[in-house]
């Protein structure tokens, strides 16, 4: 494999989750360790004792999507497109690049999952005439791309890499392919999952996969050794990146730099992670960054707080960083964020660039006893470091993995 160092510059950011409607105020709920596990206002997962989730509420389209767009798109499109403007405005690169330059991928995890629920009950309660003319362009998964390309009048290379849980980290993959081969000078790259609806909690929770807690703000706890199940969020996160010397040409604000990246795959259970396939990721990611597992700072966890899943990935993270694992400070966000399937990678990014640029790691809520089989170092409280690189993690179902290394520019 070849070993040449990426040098993608991130210019933009743009995210909305359960505990905030921007990347700042995502960032600053993150750092005060405010939750965004709540009771949902209308699902429930009837017979599963499961009514909660990270649900987005309130979020006001105007500022991002034209209202005559609103009915004809999944809410999941409509959130794509707001979070690439947040990003696209945040790069301010409108001026410096030809519109046919300029590149969006963006996935999903699990798809327009309102579409097809509205859909389907419309056709059954109603019949064939009772379904929407927008259906059809509101069920097709690539327009999470295809929408923000719309609004924001882009006419280069548009499309989405599903990757399950780990799909963000393949967009930003796929987006850094464009740009290295000169097929765009400028993307638009993440994911969008937004499935609190009763299809999709009934999905998870029939798996029995979803935690269960009495308070809902406790019932993520990643690493902990009561943990019992993910919690199912909503999001979506979309960074903008050119190459650095472009970047750093035109004076943009840089976030941060993706230096390295590298995938597997498990070919095993559809659910399980893997030790071994979530390592060879990592080493992947580390060999192409041309940094050694020594000069990793800080990790960033997919650490979904499954059983199994937060083990597997503790297991890999000491496979590759020998007895460096125990001493180097991790973060496990979905304690705050609940598990934003497609998106989660893309969130999280988007947090670990706020580390390298502020030094600051978020806490990891709810971990009153860390799983002694564990041996990670995360901390309750926000923590001050100097971070020059560091590693996200991301695993998704069907035994895919995905690992990012991104430094803080010099």
């Known amino acids: 494999m070849t070993t040449q160092a990426l040098q993608i510059a991130v210019t933009g950011i743009g ?11 995502i960032w600053d709920n993150c750092l005060a360790g405010v939750s965004g596990i709540t009771r949902f206002r209308d699902v429930r997962c009837a017979g599963r004792e499961v009514d909660f989730g990270g649900e987005i509420t309130d979020f006001d389209l105007e500022p991002y999507v034209a209202q005559r767009y609103w009915r004809m798109f999944d809410l999941s499109q409509l959130y794509a497109a707001a979070a690439a ?3 696209y405005d945040d790069a301010a690169a409108a001026d410096d690049y030809d519109p046919a330059r300029i590149g969006v991928v963006i996935g999903t995890g699990v798809g327009p999952l309102r579409t097809h629920d509205t859909s389907s009950r419309a056709l059954d309660r109603g019949g064939p005439e009772s379904v929407s003319s927008h259906c059809a362009p509101a069920s097709t998964v690539s327009l999470a791309a295809s929408l923000p390309a719309m609004v924001l009048g882009i006419r280069g290379p548009t499309f989405g890499v599903s990757g399950a849980c780990a799909t963000a980290a393949y967009n930003l993959i796929s987006a850094a392919h464009l740009l290295t081969a000169g097929d765009a000078d400028f993307v638009l790259a993440g994911s969008v999952d937004a499935m609190a609806i009763r299809l999709g909690m009934m999905a998870f929770a029939n798996m029995r996969g979803l935690a269960q807690h009495s308070d809902p703000s406790r019932a993520s706890r990643p690493l902990d050794r009561d943990r019992n199940g993910l919690v199912l969020a909503e999001g979506a996160a979309v960074l903008a990146l050119e190459r650095f ?16 990246y590298g995938m597997s795959g498990d070919a095993g259970n559809v659910v399980a992670a893997s030790a071994d396939g979530i390592a060879r990721a990592c080493r992947a990611a580390l060999a192409r960054s041309s940094l050694t597992a020594e000069e990793i700072d800080h990790v960033n966890l997919h650490a979904a707080g499954t059983k199994q899943g937060d083990l597997a990935e503790a297991k890999a993270l000491h496979s590759v960083f020998g007895k460096r694992a125990s001493e180097i400070p991790v973060t496990a966000p979905k304690s705050m964020l609940g598990h934003a399937m497609g998106a989660a990678a893309g969130l999280e990014t988007i947090l670990l660039l706020n580390t390298l640029e502020t030094g600051t790691i978020p806490p990891t809520i709810n971990l009153e006893n860390q799983d002694s089989a564990i041996d990670l170092n995360a901390s309750t409280q926000s923590v001050q470091r100097s ?13 895919l993995n995905a690992a990012l290394v991104f430094q803080r520019p010099s």
């Open 245 to 260: 010397e472009s970047a750093a040409g035109r004076n943009a604000r840089i976030y941060g730099v993706l230096c390295g």
């Open 387 to 399: 971070i020059r690189t560091g590693l996200k993690t991301s695993l998704g179902l069907g035994g």
């Open 15 to 25: 995210a909305l989750a359960a505990n905030g409607h921007s990347p700042r105020e």
């Open 85 to 87: 403007k947040m990003a």
